[in-house]
């Protein structure tokens, strides 16, 4: 299975930052990634798809880039309802997941 | 509106076994795959694995495989998976997930959740 690196794990900023998050595959997967959030208690919310494509509903302020093995998930004027686990996913044939990483207030 | 119901939580021994199910409503269960996903407490997303709803044919995570069976029944528009073998490192929530096969792009994600089965493995 392709492996999916997320970095960092855990992230802290205040509102109004930008924010980046990484993840990196193991091989190349040209633009098959997905992103979701996850707040506590909640089942993921799916925002970007094959890279950089949003989600219907998903503010501007998210955008996804990247492709091969490198990809950015970018919060451009982070607001109090992002503060939220999120996590990256290929998502060609095997549909794995990165480790996840928190974005806390700072 | 569509909508996933699992079953509820398990408390199984070691060396058993554990299925779970999946009840799809609010949209046609034929169109769409079902992927399981679990968390362990404090742990991030674990893929183990989809079944397609063309053919019914299944992908499991390299790590599950021999070990976990993914069916499902159109009749009643349910999903189950079944996991063999249970150790402590079992214990999570397991979630399905119902699987968009995006078209245009070749790509899939997950747009519903269901609620999420708790499974204690215990010796």
């Known amino acids: 299975d392709i492996q999916m690196t997320q970095s960092p794990s855990y992230l802290s900023a205040s509102i109004g930052d930008k924010v980046t998050i990484t993840c990196r595959a193991s091989q190349s997967i040209t633009t098959y990634v997905n992103w979701y959030q996850q707040k506590p208690g909640k089942a993921p919310r799916p925002l970007i798809y094959v890279a950089s494509v949003l989600q219907s509903g998903v503010p501007a302020r998210f955008s996804g880039s990247g492709s091969g093995t490198h990809f950015t998930l970018t919060i451009t004027g982070l607001q109090p309802e992002d503060f939220a686990t999120y996590f990256c996913?290929?998502?060609?044939?095997?549909?794995?997941f990165g480790g996840g990483t928190k974005v806390d207030l700072k | 509106q569509a909508q996933l119901v699992q079953s509820g939580p398990e408390v199984k021994r070691t060396g058993t076994s554990v299925k779970v199910s999946c009840k799809a409503s609010g949209y046609t269960f034929s169109t769409y795959g079902v992927a399981w996903v679990r968390q362990a407490p404090g742990q991030g997303l674990e893929w183990l694995g989809w079944?397609?709803?063309?053919?019914?044919?299944?992908k499991y995570a390299e790590n599950m495989q021999g070990r976990i069976t993914m069916t499902r029944d159109k009749a009643t528009t349910t999903a189950y998976m079944e996991l063999e073998s249970l150790t402590s490192d079992d214990t999570a929530v397991y979630s399905c997930?119902?699987?968009?096969?995006?078209?245009?792009?070749?790509?899939?994600?997950?747009?519903?959740w269901g609620q999420g089965t708790l499974v204690t493995v215990s010796s």
């Open positions: 079944i397609s709803n063309y053919k019914d044919q299944t």
């Open positions: 997930a119902r699987v968009v096969h995006d078209v245009l792009t070749a790509s899939y994600y997950f747009d519903v």
């Open positions: 996913q290929h998502s060609s044939s095997t549909l794995t």
